[in-house]
């Protein structure tokens, strides 16, 4: 079946990438790509932005790694290795981890609801550039002779005038400013969509699972966002104004600033990861050909994460002497929030156990995710019994534990979802041989870069140090996790060189390649840019499964 709607020959054409830039100039084309209102294209557009930052980030973090793989290594002196350590953190969370789940929402809620559009597409595309005016504002830094050297977590006094002179900590904040504002415009939009665009038919009980984890990540971003925007607009007066609230000697508090980030960073370990569940949420079902068990329990689950997240965030600050009471409501609203999380894990086994599982690369990619978020959730339980966490609070225990969940569980999940839907992007399928040697590449150098960070940090070595002394056995472990992240190297090369090799040499994939069954798989690949010539009628969790097995009574259900 080559598409259950049918498009006009002429518009379907005419849509199509390969003959558009056939056809008009490279200026023409850049002018439509810079003022398009196109949800597609501007999902695009967020995917390549997150892939150039992805690249840097990964620079900055092999040049920290190979600095830290001799005792008293002189690579870097101690000034640029703060400054990197800044920039990576930074990069890879607001710039890498967000815009790129953000994208591919972009593109494919839309398509997956029956929608021909977000439903603001101006702000759609406000958003964007926003959001890219940000991360450019944030390395504009590099131009006041350095970037800001206060880790991107920003401790006060860091980021006081005293610590950190000249305007690269201005640059910093602003561009964070800016670019969340941008994020905040995504989360509008998403909502309203989802609420109000949907194809006639699908209630919330029916929308792709995809669909609802973006729908409750857009309501953590409401919620998340404005305090981090509030912290980081106190840090300029605070510089700028002589403002003093986390001025500790004129009477501010440092612990403000931590209460006020962590309150945004514990919500932003689950506005990254809830999109992934989404994406594995779909690809699982697809690739082992059953459906998703217990969607209503998932969905539960997915808003018990959105809720209980919020009220996690000082389980960060164990150690910064809070009292008894306030560690304790802490360490249980962590143990709570791995409840739902475990309702999804053992869901996807289930989903799993007993279907005719495909082993290509999106479900590959899947596996890997599966695996890492489950060490890196363990590890995470382990750090919120608080006299465990004051052990190893501040140590290479914790930055394992962090890269696992966010880094793994995030890259792993997002390139599952990449590999799923590359084809309806451009109508062309990723090579199989290279995604093979992408995950394998990834999934070693992966583990041999952060599991002996858990040991190092078990022996004693600090988090944030930029050179340490030889004899503490601390060596070993450093230069096992240098070669991981050498070996990781080749896998994102190599991801960047299938996406562009394949967009001409890939096999054409047609509407439908992996027989799958939600609305986006109904149109042509690529889609056009009305989406849908006529808005579908949708009467199951399946529509499209359902047109195409209509002699299957165990696909049909209300």
């Given amino acids: 079946m080559s598409s259950l709607v049918e498009q006009p020959r002429g518009i379907e054409l005419a849509d199509r990438p390969a003959d558009v830039a056939m056809n008009m100039g490279w200026t023409a084309q850049a002018h439509e790509w810079a003022t398009t209102v196109d949800h597609k294209k501007i999902g695009i557009m967020y995917v390549v932005m997150s892939i150039v930052f992805l690249v840097i980030g990964g620079i900055e973090a092999i040049l920290m790694r190979w600095q830290l793989f001799y005792p008293r290594s002189k690579v870097l002196d101690q000034d640029t290795f703060n400054q990197l350590f800044t920039m990576h953190g930074t990069t890879m969370v607001f710039f890498v981890g967000m815009p790129i789940l953000i994208g591919i929402g972009n593109y494919f809620v839309p398509l997956m609801i029956g929608a ?25 830094s590099y131009i006041t002779g350095g970037a800001p050297a206060v880790g991107w977590f920003a ?25 969340g504002i941008g994020t905040i415009a995504g989360g509008v939009n998403f909502i309203a969509t989802i609420l109000g665009m949907r194809a006639p038919g699908m209630t919330l009980r029916k929308v792709p699972f995809f669909v609802w984890t973006m729908l409750w990540t857009s309501f953590q971003i409401l919620l998340a966002i404005p305090p981090l925007t509030a912290a980081l607009t106190m840090i300029i007066f605070d510089r700028q104004l002589g403002a003093h609230f986390f001025d500790v000697p004129n009477g501010g508090s440092a612990y403000l600033w931590q209460h006020l980030f962590w309150f945004f960073g514990h919500p932003e370990v689950y506005i990254l990861i809830l999109p992934v569940f989404g994406m594995v949420s779909e690809i699982i079902p697809v690739f082992s050909r059953k459906v998703l068990f217990g969607y209503e329990f998932m969905a539960a689950a997915t808003m018990g994460i959105a809720f209980i997240s919020l009220s996690v965030w000082a389980h960060h600050m164990f150690c910064v002497g809070m009292g008894r009471m306030p560690d304790l409501f802490f360490a249980v609203a962590t143990f709570l929030v791995s409840i739902p999380t475990g309702i999804k894990f053992f869901n996807w086994l289930a989903t799993m156990y007993g279907g005719r599982i495909w082993f290509a690369s999106p479900m590959l990619f899947s596996f890997g995710f599966l695996s890492m978020f489950l060490i890196g959730g363990l590890t995470g339980i382990m750090l919120g019994a608080a006299p465990f966490d ?10 394992g534990h962090f890269h696992w969940v966010l ?32 995950f394998w590449l990834l999934y070693i150098g992966f583990i041999l870069t952060f599991g002996p960070m858990h040991i ?30 050498l070996i990781q190297v080749p896998s994102y090369a190599i991801l960047v060189y299938n996406l562009i090799t394949s967009l001409w040499k890939g096999k054409p994939a047609g509407d439908d390649p ?43 259900y209300e």
């Fill in 390 to 399: 004051f052990q190893l609070s501040d140590s290479y225990f914790v930055v």
């Fill in 116 to 140: 021909r559009d977000m439903a603001f597409p101006r702000l759609n595309a406000f958003g964007f550039w926003v959001t890219l005016f940000g991360g450019v504002m944030v390395y504009m």
């Fill in 407 to 438: 880094i793994g569980g995030t890259l792993f999940g997002t390139f599952a979802g990449i590999h799923y839907w590359y084809p309806k992007v451009t109508g062309r399928m990723l090579s199989e041989r290279l995604a093979r040697w992408q």
């Fill in 514 to 556: 992996w027989d799958a069954w939600t609305l986006e798989w109904m149109t042509t690949s690529p889609p056009p840019s009305y989406n849908f010539e006529e808005v579908p009628t949708v009467h199951s969790r399946r529509p499209l499964w359902d047109l195409k097995h209509p002699e299957d009574p165990d696909w049909q």
């Fill in 456 to 485: 190092s940090g078990v022996l004693g070595m600090p988090r944030r140090i930029y050179t340490y002394d030889a004899g503490h056995g601390w060596e070993i472990w450093n230069q096992l996790s240098t070669l991981g992240a």
């Fill in 155 to 179: 401790y006060a006094p860091l980021t006081s005038n005293t610590f950190s002179r000249g305007a690269a900590t201005d640059f910093w904040a602003l561009g964070l400013i800016v670019s």
